[in-house]
């Protein structure tokens, strides 16, 4: 990549993301929706759905109907699903993007129902039930009338089943199991009345590592996809790892007395005299200014001193006697053997 034209940026390593989804589905033994919701978190929907895509997801899961287009108008192809709410008033615009909907309300069915029958076809349902989130979805006392009502409607074609679970990073929470035991027991009650969706689903990642009955077949990965880990509990296999590198460059290189003030406030002084870098990044590329922040130069890890400011911010170079303007800097990822996590960044 010819990073030239800029002062910070974001590589994306999307054989890695490819990697993880193959990863991902061995460990899954399902069919993949990668979930590209949120610019594909953080890391650009588009590309991330299309290694995605290419290496075997043969879904999309994205939170709203925008999204959804958005991929569309990209070139995607596969399967998406809308896991969120969409207003009816957009039905025609699922309808021509072919795009499927999340279902779990009986009024917003009804009105679906209604404005299909001007449209005609059948529009693509995935419906969602709240076995213990709290979040969306038809309860599990209510569902099977609502499935079964839904299921005489002839302009909705019902495609999935799903469920999504609250502590499913927390493998000694007991919640998850109680929440598969109902999505179970639903599911049972679909198939005594010959209903059979044909896609079950409930598997985040965390349920993708730590439950293999929540499998089902599709599985919904989203935090590992990028290869972070979903919880300090539920750790990734060494060969599922991140595809993000944050960089900036050096933009000069200074040596400065002992007792210099640096940045705003002079809350650092140097303690002897020292070499001090200055980088293009500060807090409006969303860097914090919170104590203990490092970047990596030349490999070696190098600390921020003094406050970081809007544009720029300095490190303390001892440990790098040869840095020079132009050198390339890490916030988060790896140069070499040393790398600053995504957790480390977060933790501070
Ligand atoms: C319904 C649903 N499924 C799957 C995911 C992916 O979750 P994770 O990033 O924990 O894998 C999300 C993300 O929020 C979600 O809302």
């Given at each position: 990549m010819n990073s030239n034209g800029f002062s910070a940026w974001l590589e994306i390593d999307l054989e890695v993301i490819g990697q993880n989804?193959?990863?991902?589905?061995?460990?899954?033994?399902?069919?993949?929706?990668?979930?590209?919701?949120?610019?594909?978190?953080?890391h650009g929907a588009a590309e991330i759905a299309r290694a995605s895509v290419e290496a075997g997801a043969t879904w999309l899961g994205v939170a709203r109907l925008e999204e959804a287009i958005a991929l569309r108008r990209s070139g995607l192809h596969c399967h998406i699903l809308v896991l969120g709410y969409t207003s009816p008033d957009r039905v025609t615009e699922a309808?021509?993007?072919?795009?499927?909907?999340?279902?779990?309300?009986?009024?917003?069915?009804?009105?679906?129902?209604?404005?299909?029958?001007?449209?005609?076809?059948?529009?693509r349902l995935h419906i969602k039930v709240d076995t213990g989130m709290g979040r969306l979805g038809i309860s599990p006392e209510t569902a099977l009338e609502f499935i079964e009502n839904l299921s005489r409607r002839p302009n909705l074609t019902i495609e999935g089943i799903f469920t999504h679970f609250a502590?499913?990073?927390?493998?000694?929470?007991?919640?998850?199991?109680?929440?598969?035991?109902?999505?179970?027991?639903?599911?049972?009650?679909?198939?005594r009345d010959g209903i059979?969706?044909?896609?079950?689903?409930?598997?985040?990642?965390?349920?993708?590592?730590?439950?293999?009955?929540?499998?089902?077949?599709?599985?919904?990965?989203?935090?590992?996809?990028?290869?972070?880990?979903?919880s300090p509990e539920t750790t990734l296999p060494n060969d599922i790892r991140p595809a993000l590198t944050w960089k900036t460059r050096l933009t000069s290189v200074s040596t400065f007395p002992a007792g210099h003030g640096i940045s705003y406030g002079h809350m650092y002084h140097t303690r002897a005299e020292e070499r001090i870098g200055s980088i293009a990044f500060g807090y409006a590329d969303g860097y914090r200014r919170v104590d203990g922040n490092v970047a990596l130069v030349r490999g070696k890890r190098a600390?921020?001193?003094?406050?970081?400011?809007?544009?720029?911010?300095?490190?303390?170079?001892?440990?790098?006697?040869?840095?020079?303007?132009?050198?390339?800097?890490?916030?988060?990822?790896?140069?070499g053997e040393v790398c600053i996590t995504a957790e480390e960044l977060a933790d501070r």
């Open positions: 989804v193959r990863k991902l589905q061995h460990i899954g033994q399902a069919e993949v929706m990668a979930i590209v919701k949120a610019n594909g978190y953080g309808i021509n993007n072919n795009i499927c909907l999340t279902i779990y309300d009986q009024q917003i069915g009804q009105a679906y129902a209604q404005q299909m029958e001007h449209l005609g076809g059948g529009l502590h499913a990073d927390e493998p000694q929470a007991p919640t998850t199991g109680e929440q598969l035991a109902m999505f179970d027991q639903l599911l049972s009650g679909l198939r059979a969706p044909r896609y079950i689903h409930s598997a985040n990642s965390a349920a993708i590592l730590n439950y293999p009955k929540a499998h089902y077949d599709l599985v919904r990965p989203g935090i590992a996809l990028y290869g972070f880990p979903p600390p921020v001193v003094g406050r970081v400011c809007m544009d720029q911010c300095m490190l303390q170079l001892d440990d790098v006697p040869d840095a020079a303007i132009g050198d390339e800097v890490v916030l988060l990822g790896c140069q």
